[in-house]
């Protein structure tokens, strides 16, 4: 959700009651990440306020911790003020990270596409793992969630959230019964009136299908999903995209002029064949709500989505 998510979107996903994100990165200049914590935090409370039996749900920060975020100092720092409940981190696992967020009473989550990366993210002091499995949008892995949640869970009894191609309460509930604690979605909400994305990407979304997207490093250097769309409008070929073996985000002159990964070249899941159309997060909660609740009636549970994950 690089670009796309904002406080508003983080907000009315809080207040429906699933926990909403967004990167650190995406508030620019930088000092707009204090003014954005400020607005999401004193938001939630207001609405907690005025709504004690609905509380909000917490909110989450998405912190790349590569060596290449030269911001990742600073935004800690802002991060650990505002106490924010959940953080999620990316391209690497750091212990002193971890610490910081466990210094002021929050939690860490961490990105992983194999068993032996969430080893090492556990062994750093990660508390829980978001098992990015194929399909998913943006940076992903290649290994089923079947695969994947059977080795995590054969060694880690955590919290851990599943991504890739989750798009509906069905979906939801797999998740869950595969051994995850939580469905990570992230593409659908693309195509809310709250995400900060063009009209054209959100109708993308919403008209395309696991077809429409392709898997490439080579606009960042590291493996993702993007929409065929935007790759064509910049000018390139989806079906033969070089592979970056520099790993850095290139590209030839004369072909993409000046399209760029996340704004021109947009991130997408496979699972975007089941959004078939633009709905404001609250009506798109509810949906997710009404069929997870379905599934899980036809297998005999009665529990609805946002009491499920009360009880995780």
Known sequence: MFIVSQPPLVIEQCKAGVVGSMPALNARPAEQLKEWLEEITLTLAAHNRDFPSQPAAPFAINQIVHKSNDRLADDMEIIAHFKVPLVITSLGAREEINEAVHAYGGMVMHDIINNTFAKKAIDKGADGLIAVAAGAGGHA?????????????????GPIALSGSIANGNSILAAQAMGADFAYMGSVFIATEEARASDVYKQAIVDGTSDDVVYSNFFTGVYGNYLKTSIRNAGLDPENLPVNHEKTMTFSAGQAGKAKAWKDIWGSGQGIGAVDQILPVKKLVDKLNREYTAARLRLGYSSNLVTSMEKS
């Open 141 to 157: 892995g290649v290994k089923s969630p079947f695969a994947l949640i059977q080795e995590l869970r054969q060694w880690f009894d």
